[in-house]
């Protein structure tokens, strides 16, 4: 079902994951593995989020060797231009999203887990740089393990 590009604009706007993609994509282009990261939802999730925001034309993505980042599409009319703007006043209004900020800015400082030049192999996504960018996820593994028996409870 196609949606009308105004009605699809504010529908991207009116979820809380995707208004805290769009945040995040403010200060610049992020790959999907950090989205992971700061979302604290599984790669499918993101995925999902990022094809919405895609097709409302609020993000574009780019691929860079191994990796796709997103980043906030550049204006293509006034409605969208006026929605970007509303952006910059949504930190300040809710105490969750200032705390967005601040992880994604952590984030940024350490790198993030997927190289902006780099074409060559990295451990892009993996725990091991969620790690080090110091950032925990929400998501939940649907299974554990004892320790040190390697069998599911």
């Given amino acids: 079902m196609d949606r009308h590009p105004v009605t699809s604009r504010f529908a991207a706007f009116a979820d809380p994951t995707r208004l805290r993609v769009l945040l ?13 990261t700061l979302l604290g ?8 989020q990022l094809a919405n925001l895609r097709e409302a034309g609020l993000v574009r993505a780019t691929q860079r060797g191994l990796w796709v980042f997103y980043a906030l599409a550049e204006p293509v009319d006034a409605l969208h231009a006026a929605l970007l703007e509303t952006l910059a006043h949504c930190p300040a209004l809710a105490k969750d999203l200032r705390a967005d900020e601040k992880a994604a ?26 790690a080090d960018a110091g950032v925990v996820t929400k998501a939940k593994s649907s299974t554990s393990r004892r320790p040190g028996t390697g069998s599911s409870r």
């Fill in 41 to 48: 939802v599984p790669q499918p999730t993101a995925s999902r």
């Fill in 105 to 130: 800015a952590s984030l940024r400082r350490k790198g993030g887990c997927c190289p902006l030049e780099s074409d060559g192999p990295a451990a892009c996504c993996s725990p091991s740089a969620k």
């Fill in 24 to 36: 995040f994509l403010r200060e610049g282009p992020l790959c999907v593995g950090d989205l992971v």
